[in-house]
């Protein structure tokens, strides 16, 4: 079974709008997807912002869904300049920017037995680019920094660019692979570039959430029917 996260309604309005058959579950406040896209069964959920909320509705799709794989699709504040609106990433890796308790020697976003920065499945990431190939898509490839922070601010921004050698930025991608690593759930994190995490991206933000949020979601149902 294969799980699909979004964080915002925008995120997961366009995958909801292509499944066939929905049934909604509802699990402590949130609701819970489940449909068929093509031949695909599939949960999907929006788990509301920030990295407690995604961590919630991951542990759910899997501890209560069975689910076996795990596909986040949204948008995000380009950190990496050559990242323009619209654009698709997909994280190699995530890393929570906000984690600091070098007080204790550690460094920035490590934590004691779980670690810094959480790999995204290979094999996943593989069946990207072969579709990314397939349809002549522009896919880029890198680290997506995480954080309870919208960031929109230069100087936020080459500070997580600096450290953490950030390619985009966003609030909810590195809790769910957190959670997929602690379960053994292989996960692929794909985003669309809303706005570049400078002093317009509120403004971005808000006039690029839906185009973005549906060029993320129509590319992660293309892996979903590769699968
Ligand atoms: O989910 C949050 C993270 N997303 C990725 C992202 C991002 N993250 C960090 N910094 C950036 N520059 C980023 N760019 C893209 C997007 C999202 C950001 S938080 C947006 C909150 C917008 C909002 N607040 N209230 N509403 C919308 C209205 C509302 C009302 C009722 C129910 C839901 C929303």
Do not use: W
């Amino acid at each position: 079974m294969i799980g699909i996260i979004g964080a915002m309604r925008e995120e997961i309005d366009p995958i909801l709008g292509k499944l066939s058959g929905v049934k909604t579950y509802l699990v402590g406040d949130n609701k819970y997807y489940e449909g068929v896209y093509g031949e695909k069964a599939v949960f999907a959920a929006y788990s509301r912002i920030g990295k407690v909320n995604a961590a919630i509705t991951a542990t759910i799709l899997i501890e209560r869904f069975g689910v076996k794989t795990i596909l986040f699709s949204g948008v995000a504040g380009a950190i990496n300049n050559s990242l323009h609106i619209g654009d698709l990433i997909y994280a190699t890796r995530l890393v929570q920017h906000d984690v600091d308790i070098t007080a204790f020697g550690h460094p920035l976003g490590f934590i004691p037995e779980t670690g810094d920065f959480f790999a995204t499945d290979p094999n996943l990431n593989k069946v990207a680019e072969s579709i990314a190939f397939e349809r002549g898509i522009k896919l880029g490839k890198g680290i997506i920094a995480t954080g309870d922070q919208f960031i929109a601010d230069g100087a936020k921004k080459t500070q997580i660019a600096e450290r953490y050698k950030a390619d985009a930025v966003e609030m909810e991608g590195a809790a769910v692979a957190c959670v997929c690593a602690s379960f053994g759930v292989p996960i692929f994190v794909l985003r669309s570039i809303s706005d570049a995490a400078d002093m317009d991206a509120g403004f971005n933000f808000d006039a690029f959430l839906e185009s973005s949020a549906r060029i993320s979601a129509d590319f992660v149902l293309d892996i979903v029917a590769k699968l």
